[in-house]
């Protein structure tokens, strides 16, 4: 099976949406998505773009995708974050995933990063391995901390706008 790395276009966002749908339901949060296609193709493709993807195609159906966007470390200076990638279920073990954490890497380079970075759940040890095989550091002493919608709206209440 030959398949093909490619930029996401505008008119992927639907598929790219449905393969977001299922890396939530493999991390065991199916009902955490509240991006929209729409807000996919808003936020990916209008003004500055505030993300990019590749996606994996084979036989002209999209079966992977790799999405970033840029950041800015105070320490290092650019860097890029590599929000998700995924490939669909019964698609995984061909090289799909593989070749689409390399088109990241090799982007990154090109732009003369000085960091990809990304999170990795603690129990997803195929991943894990993978990336401790590829060269990358793992940093189990950092904790990620997040602060959602509903949380942020109860601390603004309290500090004021």
């Known amino acids: 099976m030959e398949y093909k790395i490619r930029l996401g276009l505008k008119e992927d966002m639907s598929s790219v949406w449905s393969l977001i749908k ?3 339901v493999f991390e065991k949060e199916p009902d955490a ?3 929209t296609v729409e807000d996919l193709e ?3 493709f209008t003004g500055i773009p505030k993300f990019h993807v590749f996606v994996a195609e084979l036989n002209e159906e999209i079966v992977g995708i790799a999405l970033f966007y840029y950041r800015y470390s105070t320490w290092k200076g650019p860097t890029i974050h590599l929000e998700d990638l995924i490939v669909r279920e019964e698609k995984r073990g061909l090289g799909i995933g593989k070749a689409l954490y390399n088109e990241v890497m ?3 380079f090109s732009k003369k990063v000085r960091r990809v970075e990304w999170d990795v759940l603690d129990w997803n040890t195929n991943a894990i391995d993978f990336y401790e095989k590829s060269g990358a550091t793992m ?5 990620a901390v997040k602060m959602y919608e509903k949380e942020l709206a109860a601390y603004i209440e309290i500090i004021g706008n």
């Open 139 to 143: 940093h189990k002493e950092w904790n």
């Open 42 to 44: 808003k936020d990916g």
């Open 33 to 35: 998505v509240e991006v």
């Open 106 to 108: 090799r982007y990154a």
């Open 22 to 24: 299922e890396l939530a």
